[in-house]
């Protein structure tokens, strides 16, 4: 896969999203049926109040610098919600390179609390969505395998959820829960464009998932958010959480996963994963 610079994926973003706005959407006269969908240049430009020749420039991924205000006009124009609005000046301001990607172990405090956590299911998240610490009440609830310090080929978790059958058996809404991962999955890759480890899971989800292949290109973002989980498993029964997402202001390329577990729900899973046990080396 092509290395794909941040101008250039503001281009494709900005591209994407002008080709989806009608001119009645952003407020223009319509003048019959249009050869190629959306808006054209000239008239993001007219609606951001800049030239047409620097937009152009922009979509282009030419090295040009807009300023805070010029981005917030062109969210505007283009009816940015507030998440799309911020992955716009992430492309266009992206921050320093970011450092390599640190081994979970120098944040041991972080991976123990994974394990602490027990019966709420907990998961370490790397900044390309790849699994490094779970508990045994993640192990159940979402049917990972055993964690075992020095484990190779550990889970992703978008793979998981495109490709594992069970998951898309046992959600009857798979499709749209699907397309929501890929939208925050984007949100992060905004982040990371040069990632080599991020590049090989985009060539490979577009080569292996017809829902990614189609998703991918529309450059939908979404940021995530604490949200009430609710499902039911065949051997536990109705199943019920909250969801939060801790990121540590020393580690930003770590994520801290959590489904605090309602009363019930944590008996449950109490039963089903047993005793607790000691992980030896669980922070390494």
Same mark, same amino acid.
């Given at each position: ?7 250039? $994926?503001? %281009? ?7 080709? &989806? ?11 019959? &049926? ?6 054209? &240049?000239?008239?993001?430009?007219? $609606? ?6 620097? +937009?152009?420039? $922009? *979509?282009?991924?030419? #090295? ?7 981005? !917030? ?8 919600? *507030?998440? *799309? &609005? ?8 992206? #921050? ?5 990607? $640190? ?88 982040? +990371? ?32 958010? #604490? ?9 536990? %029964? ?13 580690? @930003? ?10 009363? !019930?729900?944590?008996? %449950? ?5 047993? @005793?607790?046990?000691?992980? *030896?080396?669980?922070?390494?």
């Amino acid at each position: 896969m092509e290395e794909t610079s941040a101008r250039g $994926l503001l %281009g494709e973003f900005l591209r994407a999203h002008r080709e &989806r706005l009608t001119p009645e959407e952003a407020g223009l006269p319509s003048y019959g &049926r249009r050869r190629t969908p959306g808006l054209r &240049r000239e008239e993001v430009a007219q $609606l951001a109040h800049i030239g047409t020749s620097w +937009y152009t420039s $922009l *979509e282009q991924g030419r #090295d040009v610098n807009p300023s805070a205000e010029v981005l !917030d006009s062109l969210a505007a124009a283009l009816r940015l919600n *507030e998440e *799309e &609005r911020r992955y716009l000046h992430r492309l266009a301001k992206p #921050d320093e390179p970011p450092r390599e990607n $640190l081994p979970a172990e120098k944040s041991a405090g972080l991976a123990r609390a994974v394990f602490a956590l027990d019966p709420n299911p907990a998961l370490l998240m790397a900044r390309d969505w790849d699994l490094l610490r779970w508990n045994r009440a993640a192990e159940r609830v979402f049917r990972l395998p055993a964690f075992a310090p020095g484990m190779s080929g550990r889970p992703n978790w978008l793979r998981r959820f495109l490709a594992d059958p069970t998951v898309r058996r046992i959600n009857p809404d798979w499709e749209d829960k699907a397309r929501i991962l890929i939208a925050r999955f984007r949100a992060d890759f905004a982040r +990371y464009p040069n990632d080599v480890r991020f590049r090989e899971l985009v060539e490979e989800f577009t080569r292996t998932s017809e829902l990614f292949r189609l998703a991918w290109p529309r450059h939908a973002v979404e940021a995530a958010v #604490d949200c009430h989980k609710r499902w039911r498993d065949p051997e536990i %029964g109705e199943m019920e959480f909250e969801q939060v997402t801790l990121q540590p202001p020393d580690r @930003p390329d770590l994520k801290l996963v959590i489904y605090s577990a309602s009363p !019930d729900t944590a008996e %449950g899973i109490e039963r089903a994963i047993g @005793p607790r046990r000691f992980l *030896e080396n669980s922070g390494e």
